[in-house]
């Protein structure tokens, strides 16, 4: 594309008459993954939607565009970046009856600067062969010294896992998630490396028994070649903590504050809580939907059922700073 028509596109994009704008999106999440729920917008109202991959960055570009930036809305998942998007002032609030009864108040912002789309539990991978039914139902189970030098995780520090670890600070209070983290750490089979389905191979090659992960890398495993060796290698237990439930992070969606087609924008995110977008958006990133009675995929439900801890996660991002301390206080990563 040459420069004139690149801007031509860009103008085209954000100059259309009002009723027929197009709703532009920002997303730190692979479009494919978000394609096929935004084509079933496109085909119930005759919006188009444009996506741009932002990867990383996502604040700093929204602040350097400033009034004019054409996003309309921002996608990306974790607490965490929800939370550092929302800190930096380029998100409007929204008021929607809609998205208020659909999304649980746990899973979005109090005054509506962000709501959560979909949920992943961070789960135990189990070995099928050397871990047996119920020997390990808690988060606070993976601190007992029966599991010395059989638990395997990425960073301590990775976002995932700071997350769990302001889960923990809420339930059990910092001096407690130290005690846990410290026991953990003595109870690692290696030094934290590599990522979620990275754990899942150890587990396959032998190295450990079992390991902290989200939820949709078995979907994403299964459905990989060189994978699904390693996925048969496991089974899903959905831990809870011992006064609560699973502990779950979310996809995400805001407006931002310069949206040119803010109308079109609430619509699409009204949209994306109905139950068909919900089941849509879910299934092609092996995820639950938010929407309480909205179909999960068969594969998903194939892993089983579980019982969300209800923390709030704008409770769990005021956690964040005193997760990363304690992890980096007990030397979590080595
Ligand atoms: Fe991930």
Redesign the pocket.
Known sequence: MTLRTALFATLAATTALPALADVNIYTTRQPELIQPVMDAFTAETGIAVNLAFVDGGIVERLLAEGSRSPADLVMT?DIANLKSIADADVLAPVSSETLDTAVPANLRDPEGLWFGLTTRARIIYASRDRVADGEVTTYEDLADDKWEGRICTRSGVHN?NLALMSAIIAHHGEEGAATWASEVRDNLARTPQGN?RAQVKAIWAGECDISLG?T??MGKMVNNEEQIEWAGSVRIVFPTFENGGTHVNVSGIGLTQSAPNREEAVQLMEFLVSPTAQSIYAEENYEYPVLDGADVSELVGSWGSFTADETPLTDLAGHRADALRIMEEVNFDG
């Open positions: 998942v995932y979620d989200n949709y890398y």
